[in-house]
Structure formats: structure tokens, C-alpha cells
């Protein structure tokens, strides 16, 4: 029992017709508008058909809720936001748009000819079990006597074939992330910054030379890249802060113009900031990601709106501000628990202001309040930070590109330079385990990517 007059259940959300994801979050927007709040979600997983076995393939997650109502009207409830879109009950465990089933209320039993509660099939489900084993794997099912807990249930299921993948979207109409696929393919995400100042490109890049622009993101496609990341303002270690008001003149007319190009459906864009404002600007002029070095803490507003935006986010992790994040690199528990505690932090903040954790890609930080030995430690370890607790299924991004601690390892003064030395961070970074690199070279690091992908990601096929 969540409170005097309100309850704690979790709900099954199902679909394997039409723009699943796109389903399953209009599902969820319309149990807020009935008044059942969503408290967390879990990651969304592509699942084969159980029982019915000649359907498309299912993607589904648990989410938990608040809510006053007691079950048989939280049922009704949601098969009315079934039948509003547009599920026809035909085979039973058949194909279908939307599934929306209680799983657990409070500790209560329910058995009638409508409703059972526990859901009577869900410790048989490994697509039930492994996203409510995100949620709650401790527990254990309601009025039992030294039962098993949910993730004890989730262990003992012989492994399915094909394994459950996670998947997290970028764009409408792409192809989503899957970060426990071992085949998957590492994302290329070019960065381009038009701001004066960069440590690497500064000044190179502007909207408003547009012959120029243009062919620069032509040329980021043709070369492989898939995301492009824009960035008006510098974040570079001991950079000042620039002015809301630039920091949109910026981007605005560089992600409008990249829309406008043929080419663009191709590809998603991302927008570099730490400002609410910038970000919903830039998701209205056509951004589809929001990238926040800050992950939120540079601008309290910022998660909300992450949240009320419904696009898919990036979470950096770090310390303070540029300007003062060199001095904050102190991890007595060593960087890689400092670096997995403070982001899982971010990522349940996120979640509790209402970002849906199938969105959240998850970034380290390197060069961000870490020294060079703590960036190479990062680097080395990519495998542990995703097996770090709240972290389980999140994608992750490496952005090491042309840093501060690859020319001093490479002895190479010029940043525009440093292409080697960035090979082989993206390298490790694949090796650990990283699904998307953010770099300057596109060319060069599209091919250190093809051929990392080749030894690390299994069954591979180039």
C-alpha cells in the first residue's frame, strides 16, 4: 500500500503491431491522463511470441504505478485505453496493437473470471519477469511462504531462443539501439559544434555559410555517420558559459537547415546542451535526441522537460561545471564505482521526473572531472559500468575524440591531429561494450568502428 487511499501496482505493456514503441508510450500517456501515475519504467525488450508462435515479434517492459483505484476499475480503465487504440481481440495470445495487463497489486490476491492477480502465467514469462526483475528483483509474489524472489524465478527459466534484446529508439521510422544484441553495430555520431570557440573546430562550422554547411553533412552521411550532434556552446575544460541567447542563434538555423536536406531522413540529430529551453527549441526545429553533460544538473528544469518532450536522452556524467570540473576529480572509491554511483543517481532522478528508461542512453563522461589515468580506467572498464546496478540494458555512449589526455599520450599538440590517438580509445570503447562513439573524424573512426566491430561484436557480418 502506497499511501492511505493509494496502491502500488505494476502493468505488463505489450505490442507487436504497427510503431510498437510509439504504441506502448501513447499507452502510457493516456494511464497519466486517467489519473494512474507512473512511478518507473523498465527497459523495453524485443521478445519472440510465446504459445502463438506465427506473429512478429513482441517488445515489451513493466512499468509501476500509483494509483487509487482498486483493481477491477484499473482494469476497466485499461481495457479502455486498449479499445481506444484500436485493439481487437481475435486469437487469444494473438497478434495485437497494445496488451495492458496488471501483474501485482499491492499484496493483494484477486481471482475472478476477469482478473487474477498475480498474473497467473508471469513466473512462467521470461518477457514479464526480466523487465519487473529491473523494477523489483528482490521481492517476492504476494502471500507466499519462503518463496523464491522474482529474480531467483527470473534465473531458474531455461535461456529463451532468440534471447530477449533490449532496445531503446533514436528516431521514428530508425532502427532502435540494441545494447544487449552481441551483433549489434556501433553508432557513429559526428560532432558538430558551431560555436567560435571548440577546443578542435571552433569557428568551422555555421549555418549560415550554408554551400559549406551543407556539404559537411553530406559528407558526415556518406562517410557513416548516424547521428549528428550539435553543440553552440563550448564545454572544453575552463570554457566560459555562453549566453542562452547565442547558444540558440546557433543551433536552431544549423538543425533547421540539416531538416531541410534530403539526406537527413537518414539520420538522426542530437542537440549538445544543459538548457531546458534549448533543448525544447531544438526538439521543435527537429531534433530527435537530447545530449546533457550535466544530466540534468546545470538547469533544474531540464529533466522535466526531458520527460515532457518524450524524446530519447543522453546522461553524461559529471562534475560542477567546465569551468571548475578539472578540480573535481577526486574518486576515493575508485573511478569506475564514483562514475556508476553518481550517474545511476542521475538516472533515477530522471526516471522520477518522468523520463521513460527505455529513452535513456547512459555517457562516463570521459575528459569530464577525470584526470588521464581515470580516462583510461574508464576505458578499460567500459564492461563493468554497464554491468553497474541501475545501469543493466542502458545503451552507452564514448565520446573521446580528439581530447586533452590523447595528445599528451600521443605527444600530439594539435587537436585537428589526434586521429590516431582517438582510434584506439574508439577501439576500447567498442571492446567494452559502447554503442555509439561521438567523434570528429567520421571517416577514419567509421572504419575503426567497422573493424572493431568485427572482433568484438559476435557473429558480426560487415
Avoid at 255 to 279: G, H, K, N
Avoid at 364 to 390: C, I, S, W, Y
Amino acid at each position: 500500500m502506497v499511501g492511505s487511499s493509494q496502491h502500488r501496482a505494476f502493468i505488463a505493456l505489450g505490442s507487436n503491431m504497427g510503431d510498437r514503441i510509439a504504441v506502448l508510450e501513447q499507452a502510457c500517456r493516456e494511464m497519466e491522463a486517467k489519473g494512474i501515475k507512473i512511478i518507473r519504467t523498465s527497459s523495453l525488450f524485443e521478445t519472440a511470441p510465446m504459445y502463438v508462435t506465427n506473429q512478429d515479434p513482441f517488445v515489451n517492459g513493466v512499468c509501476e504505478v500509483e494509483t487509487s483505484m482498486r483493481p477491477m476499475e484499473l482494469l476497466d480503465t485499461l481495457q479502455s485505453i486498449e479499445t481506444a487504440l484500436g485493439r481487437k481481440k481475435t486469437v487469444d495470445k494473438g497478434p495485437r496493437i497494445i496488451d495492458l495487463d496488471i501483474l501485482l497489486f499491492d499484496d493483494e490476491i484477486v481471482a475472478n473470471e476477469r482478473l487474477n492477480i498475480p498474473h497467473k502465467l508471469m513466473l512462467e514469462r521470461e518477457f514479464v519477469l526480466r523487465p519487473l526483475c529491473q523494477l523489483i528483483p528482490g521481492e517476492m509474489p504476494p502471500a507466499t511462504k519462503g518463496s523464491s524472489c522474482y529474480q531467483t524465478h527470473l534465473n531458474s527459466l531455461p535461456p529463451s531462443d532468440p534471447a530477449p534484446l533490449a532496445i531503446t529508439p533514436l528516431r521514428t521510422q530508425a532502427a532502435p539501439l540494441s545494447p544487449s544484441n552481441p551483433k549489434r553495430r556501433t553508432h557513429i555520431m559526428a560532432i558538430l559544434n558551431v560555436t567560435p570557440d571548440s577546443f578542435s573546430d571552433g569557428g568551422i562550422h555555421t549555418a549560415y555559410n550554408a554551400a559549406t554547411f551543407t556539404q559537411t553533412i553530406r559528407n558526415f552521411i556518406t562517410n557513416g555517420a548516424t547521428i549528428i550532434d550539435i553543440g553552440g556552446e563550448s564545454t572544453r575544460p575552463n570554457s566560459d558559459p555562453a549566453t542562452e541567447g547565442d547558444e540558440l542563434s546557433r543551433v536552431i538555423p544549423a538543425i533547421q537547415l540539416i531538416r531541410s536536406l534530403p539526406e537527413s531522413s537518414q539520420i538522426s540529430i542530437s542537440i549538445d546542451t544543459y538548457r531546458a529551453r534549448v533543448a525544447e527549441a531544438a526538439v521543435a526545429a527537429g531534433a530527435d535526441i537530447i545530449n546533457d553533460i550535466s544530466a540534468g544538473l546545470m538547469d533544474p528544469a531540464m529533466l522535466p522537460t526531458m520527460a515532457r518532450l518524450g524524446k530519447t536522452v543522453i546522461l553524461s556524467h559529471m562534475r560542477g561545471t567546465p569551468k571548475t570540473m578539472t578540480k573535481l576529480t577526486d574518486y576515493p572509491s575508485g573511478v569506475i564505482h564514483g562514475v556508476g554511483t553518481e550517474l545511476a543517481e542521475r538516472i533515477a532522478a530522471a526516471e522520477s521526473a518522468g523520463v521513460r528508461r527505455w529513452r535513456i542512453i547512459a555517457d562516463p563522461g570521459v575528459g569530464f572531472a577525470k584526470n588521464q589515468e581515470q580516462n583510461l580506467t574508464l576505458l578499460r572498464n567500459m564492461d563493468h559500468l554497464r554491468e553497474f546496478p541501475r545501469c543493466s540494458y542502458l545503451p552507452w555512449l564514448v565520446g573521446a575524440s580528439r581530447k586533452g589526455f590523447v595528445g599528451r599520450i600521443t605527444g600530439v599538440k594539435e587537436a585537428s591531429e589526434r586521429a590516431w590517438g582517438t582510434g584506439a580509445a574508439v577501439t576500447a570503447a567498442i571492446g567494452g561494450g559502447a554503442d555509439i562513439v561521438r567523434v570528429h573524424d567520421v571517416k577514419e573512426m567509421s572504419q575503426v568502428a567497422k573493424m572493431a566491430d568485427a572482433i568484438y561484436r559476435q557473429g558480426f557480418d560487415a
